[in-house]
């Protein structure tokens, strides 16, 4: 006679000690992994619609004459490079991590070229630091993946 047992709940999971859930750590490595794969996904996808802001006025002047096409065009491309940043993360966040640390250091750089928009990059610069966070908790709970 086969016993089988009933599938554990999360909450089940998340109280057992031996269960990776029950970790705080842990916990904050899922939910700043799920956060860095959900807002540059749905940030880069709102380049091309432009629902949640006209993302064209975040483009410094000086770097809209430096990179090739207008701003909407160049959006363009920052919405591609997000949506594979989060892709990046889902799969890989060690790197991903990093990647996304690194993009939001131009962001910062660009926001900082725009007067006015300097509590938007304090805001970035707060994200950077999750994003660096992530990269460092995936060397301990991403172990499948430890090299790049």
């Keep these: ?13 998340a109280q057992d000690p031996s269960s990776p ?3 705080p750590a842990y916990q904050a490595y899922l939910l700043l992994r799920i956060g860095f794969v959900v807002a540059p996904l749905l940030f880069g996808l709102d380049k091309f ?7 064209d006025k975040y483009l410094a002047p000086v ?5 090739p096409g207008n701003a909407h065009q160049a959006m363009l491309a920052v919405g591609v490079i997000e949506i594979v940043a989060a892709l990046v993360v889902a799969l890989r966040p060690r790197f991903g991590g990093y ?3 690194a993009w939001l250091a131009g962001i910062i750089v660009n926001l900082l070229l725009i007067p006015g928009h ?4 304090l805001r ?5 630091l999750g994003a660096l966070t992530l990269a460092r908790l995936a060397t301990a709970f991403d ?3 430890r090299a790049f």
Aim: charged residues 20%.
């Design 21 to 23: 859930l029950a970790n």
């Design 118 to 121: 300097y509590d938007i990059a």
């Design 49 to 55: 619609f432009n629902i949640l802001v006209d993302w």
């Design 124 to 128: 970035d610069f707060g994200l950077l």
């Design 99 to 101: 990647l996304v640390a």
């Design 1 to 13: 006679m086969s016993v089988t047992t009933a599938p554990r709940t999360l909450k089940a999971r």
């Design 143 to 145: 172990p499948a993946r």
């Design 63 to 67: 770097v809209n004459d430096i990179v």
